[in-house]
């Protein structure tokens, strides 16, 4: 069974950064391409980042030049580095690989 497991998150002020980690459990994250997601209250989910088995990444154009995403296969987990936050940045991140399941996900919240 399927289990990822978001932290990171937390309350910071505009401008700051964050770190957050998606482990996994029951797959190997490194053969497969992951993404993070982020969802703000009443609003859908968003794709943020993804990076590929080979590293390559993409971001969507609202956070590119200030997230990075990376893994490390070793500890099966897959990071999603946030530099200068802005208060839309305010949303739940997950991460995903297309599994039926999400995770509980991982709360930011950006204060201006």
């Known amino acids: 069974q399927v289990q990822l497991v978001e932290s990171g998150g937390g309350l910071v002020q505009s401008g700051g950064s964050l770190r957050l980690s998606c482990e996994a459990s029951?797959?190997?994250?490194?053969?497969?391409?992951m993404y993070w997601y982020r969802q703000a209250p009443e609003k859908q989910r968003e794709l943020v980042a993804s990076?590929?088995?080979?590293?390559?990444?993409t971001y969507a154009d609202s956070v590119k030049g200030r997230f990075t995403i990376s893994r490390d296969n070793a500890k099966n987990t897959v990071y999603l580095r946030m530099n200068n936050l802005k208060p839309e940045d305010t949303a739940a991140y997950y991460c995903?690989?297309?599994?039926?399941?999400w995770g509980q996900g991982t709360q930011v919240t950006v204060s201006s």
């Open positions: 990076i590929t088995r080979d590293g390559r990444t």
């Open positions: 029951g797959v190997i994250l490194s053969i497969r391409t």
């Open positions: 995903n690989s297309g599994f039926p399941s």
